[in-house]
């Protein structure tokens, strides 16, 4: 029998395509996603929360939850799910750790890939958070935030954008060169080279230069804050080499960051460990914005 063919690294097409199924390393996927569910209900009931518009579209708004402190750091969530339509709207279910320690939980929202009416591209989904980021800057004060502590984490497809986000040269939008003061990764995509060979193309369309510009592995040099990397050890084999990849490639270039391993944990249990603030995840993300407070 012929060996069959490899189209990625070691990867034959069936097992790339594999690589970013998440559920199929995942069979308690369903269970969490009806707990996120509760949970975001149980929480939009016990704490203040509201939403701003930050762009001209009805998909731009953030729901914001904000912390009793004044003038607190405020923290930006870019949810996940392939870059594809999340209809749950189940994006807040670890905000309290946030509340709690001090700082405001944002949950952007965005225009996602194949949705019903108008077709949108990756680039306007980047164009509309970089909007989100440059409305925090400009009104984070009108609800209590700090305009120079805002930082950032996103898990899995939206890692990938907040790694966008991350090498992102600000001075083109008129907000300071650091106006991210932290960036965490959780379970991210930074080179999409495997993702257009992947069976993903059939939706992420992307051309050669969108390609580039959209890998944040391939511009590192536009980093201007901490970046924490964290991946689960029970993540497909592709997912745990992008995040350890990445890690290592920000260590290179003497970008400030750090690799954190979720040890037994999936790509769906690793962001949701921050529910409890004492995980190694919690306390990570904390502690990058503890030192700005």
Known sequence: MAEATKVFLDYTQQALDDAFEQVLWAPNFAELRDANKTRCAELRN?????????GPSSDE???????????????????????????????IYFADSVVNAGAHFVAARFATLDPPKVPTRMPDMVAQLRRAVVWL????RDFGGDPERIHLIGHSSGAHLASVLLTTDWTEFDVPANVLKSGTC????????????????????????????????RH??????PIL??????????????????????????????????????HFEGIRSIMDSRSPLAQAVLRQIEPSR
């Not at 800057?137 to 984070?140: D, L, P, V």
């Open 46 to 54: 016990r704490l203040e929360h509201f939403e701003r518009r930050y």
């Open 61 to 91: 708004t953030l729901e914001i939850l904000p912390t009793a402190k004044p003038d607190a750091p405020l923290l930006l969530f870019v949810h996940g799910g392939r870059w594809r339509p999340q209809p749950d709207n189940a994006f």
């Open 137 to 140: 800057s400009q009104n984070a």
């Open 186 to 217: 959780v379970s991210g995509i930074y080179d999409l080279r495997p993702v257009m060979l992947s069976a993903r193309s059939a939706y992420v369309k992307l051309s050669p230069e969108e390609e580039d510009e959209f890998s944040a592995i």
């Open 220 to 225: 590192l040099d536009r980093v201007r804050c």
């Open 229 to 266: 990397v964290a991946y689960g050890d029970k993540e497909s084999p592709e997912f745990q080499r992008q995040g350890r990849e990445f890690a290592a490639a920000l260590k290179k270039e003497r970008q400030p960051g750090q690799e954190l391993i979720l040890e037994g944990l999936n």
